[in-house]
Structure formats: structure tokens, C-alpha cells
């Protein structure tokens, strides 16, 4: 299985990756352009990479976001899906190319937020004003929350942690 974990910017899909690692999946690293946050490692949350190296790496799905590019690439999908369930973090167009390549062996997963939570949490996480701003911006103009309805579950994260990972539980258990 391939759960792909989509949603706005702070709504915690990175807090649902790493509790799905926490339970034995294995992350399909994204390739991105964008700049390491502090304490990002690469080949952790990220391969960073310059747009030359993204450009010339095969990919399953790519997609710009915010200014920089974002994709998983093919190696990733190769040397990883054939030892288990895996998971991707991926905006809306990700999710849509893995169903597309991949079909009923993809969940989409969408986290989702209130504006006022997302915010806080992008704030705490240390993301500038203006990075803020733009990914409100972009949730609003690509109105990214009527993409829920494409989603096989949705996961509101308006609450504790605790919560939101006995949330994950539940679907796991659903599959
Ligand atoms: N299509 C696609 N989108 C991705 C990929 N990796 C991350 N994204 C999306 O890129 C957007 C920005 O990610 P990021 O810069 O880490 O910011 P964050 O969402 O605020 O944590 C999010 O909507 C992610 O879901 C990928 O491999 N492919
Ligand atoms: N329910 C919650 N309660 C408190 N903090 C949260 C909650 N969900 C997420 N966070 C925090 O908010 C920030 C953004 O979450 P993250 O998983 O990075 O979001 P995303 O990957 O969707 O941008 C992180 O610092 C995370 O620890």
C-alpha cells in the first residue's frame, strides 16, 4: 500500500509521516529546490537539491509549490515499494499522479486545519511572515480544501497530537 498524506501547509502531515514511520513504513524521500528549514537533514525530510539536479532526476510525479519544485523520484519508488507499505508527503497534483500510476494500491490521506491552528503552528515552527503568508495564500487560491472530497480519508487535526495519532490508528485499521 502507498499512503500519500496531503493537506495545507502546518496541518501536521509531517507529524502523520513520521507516526506512520513510527509503525514500520518506509518514507518515499521527496526531491525538492527548496531551502533546508533549521535542523532539516538531507535525505531526511528532503533530498535538497539544485534545479539542474531535480530537473535531470526521473520522477513518478513533480510539482512547483511556493516558488520551489517538489517530486519523488523513481529510484525512491523502486528501491522502496517492493519491501512494503510506504508513504509520501505530496500536494494535491502528487496525490492525483500516484493514483493515476498506482491505482487502488493508493491512499490519500488529506490533514487538514483551521486557518488559525495552521498559522500558529507555521509560526512556532519558525516559518517567516511572508512564507507564512504565501502558503495561506496558496491554500486559498488553490482552494486545496476542496481536494478533501478526492480523498480516501480525512484526518482533522484541531486537537492534541494524541488525538490526531489516534486518528491515523483508526484508518490504519480501516485499510
Ligand atoms: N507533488 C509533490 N508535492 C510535494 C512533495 N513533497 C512535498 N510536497 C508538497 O509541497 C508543499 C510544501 O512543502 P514544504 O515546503 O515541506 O512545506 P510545508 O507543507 O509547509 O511543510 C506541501 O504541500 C507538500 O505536500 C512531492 O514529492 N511531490
Ligand atoms: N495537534 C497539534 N498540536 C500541537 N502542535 C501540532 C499539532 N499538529 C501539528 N503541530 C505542530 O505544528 C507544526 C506544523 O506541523 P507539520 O507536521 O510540520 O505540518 P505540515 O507538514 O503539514 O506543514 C509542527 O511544529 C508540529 O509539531
Do not use: W
Not at 50 to 72: C, H, I, M, W
Not at 76 to 86: P, Q, R, S, T
Amino acid at each position: 500500500m502507498i499512503y500519500i498524506i496531503t493537506g495545507p501547509s502546518g496541518a501536521g502531515k509531517t507529524l502523520v509521516g513520521e507516526y506512520l514511520k513510527s509503525k514500520g513504513l518506509r518514507e518515499l524521500v521527496s526531491h525538492t529546490t527548496r531551502a533546508p528549514r533549521p535542523g532539516e537533514k538531507d535525505g531526511e525530510a528532503y533530498h535538497f537539491v539544485d534545479r539542474e539536479t531535480f530537473q535531470s532526476t526521473p520522477k513518478v510525479e513533480e510539482s512547483e509549490y511556493a516558488g520551489n519544485l517538489y517530486g519523488v523520484s523513481r529510484a525512491e519508488v523502486d528501491a522502496k515499494l517492493c519491501l512494503g507499505d510506504v508513504v509520501a508527503v505530496t500536494d494535491f497534483r502528487g496525490a492525483r499522479s500516484f493514483k493515476k500510476h498506482f491505482g487502488d494500491e493508493v491512499r490519500v490521506i488529506f490533514v487538514d486545519s483551521s486557518v488559525k491552528n495552521l498559522r500558529q503552528r507555521m509560526k512556532k515552527r519558525g516559518d517567516s511572515p511572508e512564507n507564512i503568508r504565501r502558503r495561506i495564500l496558496h491554500r486559498r487560491n488553490s482552494r486545496e480544501t476542496g481536494h478533501r472530497l478526492f480523498a480516501d480519508y480525512i484526518v482533522d487535526n484541531n486537537s492534541s497530537i494524541r488525538t490526531l495519532y489516534r486518528k491515523v490508528d483508526q484508518l490504519l485499521r480501516r485499510r
